[in-house]
């Protein structure tokens, strides 16, 4: 489908997108994991609410739709919060924190994973 948002940008990511989608692999998502991102990703899907429990590094957020479509952004979110359900978001896309403001990513944009 194509977009019909002229002002939406298509954008390609510099980063090492891993994938959880299995079961086991979006239970684990970055839990426990002591050293912070670093030009990757991890790409959780479906997917459309997060937690941070057990995380110990802050991170960036976005929540994209079927067609990778951007329909939210949380930039820095630390350790021990949740981020309850996003309406039309079936994937997340957890990146370095700053990333977010780094790539100049917002909600409309698309992304090529």
Do not use: Q
Not at 35 to 49: F, K, Q, S, V
Not at 78 to 96: H, Q, S
Request: charged share 20%.
């Amino acid at each position: 489908m194509i977009p019909t948002n002229k002002s939406a940008l298509y954008r390609t990511l510099p980063l090492t997108i891993s994938k959880a989608n299995t079961f086991g692999k979006r239970l684990k998502g970055l839990m426990f994991r002591t050293r912070p991102l670093h030009d990757e990703a991890l790409l959780i899907t479906p997917c459309n609410a997060i937690h941070m429990c057990f995380m110990f590094f802050s991170i960036d957020v976005v929540f994209l739709n079927e067609r990778n479509e951007v329909v939210k952004v949380v930039p820095n979110l630390k350790p021990w919060r949740i981020v309850l359900p996003v309406k039309g978001a079936n994937a997340t896309l957890e990146l370095p924190a700053g990333a977010i403001e780094r790539y100049e990513m917002k909600v409309g944009d698309y992304l090529n994973i």
